[in-house]
């Protein structure tokens, strides 16, 4: 199946500066995270023939241009079904159609299969690029650094088994909503698995040693700067806290924790 990946600028707090916006198939097309309209991806929309669009989740920057080309091109937009709401909150528009995790497309002699993937948003999915293809793993995964997973809205424990499952399905490479293509995936999915037990054991033993508010957790946890980038910390300690209270390591009551020691 043809798959192209085109680079657009937009608002967007990725080190990239820029989200992927993908054209999977032919004729028929499925245009994925239109984030913006530019003159690259016009002319990639112009050469296909656009029958659907779909979002990996409908974060700001990733659905800039939903509706220009879903006017333009007279495609059918889709949302996960029971957060339709969200769809038309970041798009401004009521989707089409629904869908679900197992849902599939069919384009010419090849199909797109929809895969549960929340953690980074709740509706966040992946998109299968035939059996045993590609996956396009929106905020999931990045070749280089980490993904944010930020309370409210995101669930540590959903991101780590998101994480497992797409190592278990070993792709053979994932095309990510920022960033160049992930050519080995499982070296990627055990880095950033990795990296969030690291960040686990260090928000643990920070409140095992007595740090009870958030800015003190977030004081003992991170050792790096965090200029320009201390809200985005600060939701994932609290993601991180309430993962740990879930699991009974700790007590947390959304402003200060207590080490199940005590």
Not at 18 to 27: E, M, R, S
Not at 135 to 152: H, K, T
Not at 187 to 214: C, F, I, M, Q, W
Not at 242 to 254: F, I, M, P, S, T
Request: charged content about 30%; overall charge negative; proline content about 6%.
């Amino acid at each position: 199946m043809e798959l192209t990946r085109c680079s657009v600028s937009v608002p967007t707090r990725a080190p990239t500066g820029q989200t992927n916006a993908y054209l999977l198939g032919d004729d028929p097309a499925v245009l994925v995270d239109p984030a913006a309209r530019t003159d690259d991806l016009d002319r990639l929309v112009a050469d296909r023939e656009v029958e659907h669009i779909l979002l990996t989740h409908p974060h700001r920057d990733h659905v800039g241009a939903v509706t220009e080309y879903a006017d333009e091109t007279g495609a059918t937009c889709w949302a996960r079904y029971g957060r339709e709401d969200r769809f038309a909150d970041a798009t401004g528009r009521e989707p089409d159609r629904t869908f679900t995790a197992g849902t599939t497309l069919s384009l010419g002699e090849g199909r797109l299969r929809m895969l549960d993937a929340p953690g980074h948003a709740p509706d966040h999915v992946a998109v299968e690029a035939g059996r045993g293809g590609p996956i396009l793993c929106g905020d999931c995964a990045f070749r280089e650094g980490s993904v944010v997973v930020g309370a409210p809205e995101g669930d540590m424990r959903a991101y780590v088994s998101t994480l497992r499952r797409l190592w278990t399905t070993d792709p053979p490479a994932l095309w990510p909503g920022h960033g160049p293509v992930i050519e080995s995936p499982r070296e990627t999915l055990e880095r950033l698995l990795a990296h969030r037990t690291r960040r686990e054991r260090k928000v643990l033993a920070a409140v095992d040693e007595g740090n009870e508010t958030l800015a003190a957790i977030l004081e003992s946890a991170y050792e790096k700067d965090l200029s320009g980038v201390r809200d985005l910390a600060e939701a994932t300690v609290v993601a991180h806290l309430e993962k740990l209270a879930v699991e009974g390591r700790l007590e947390w009551d959304g402003e200060r924790a207590r080490s199940r020691t005590d």
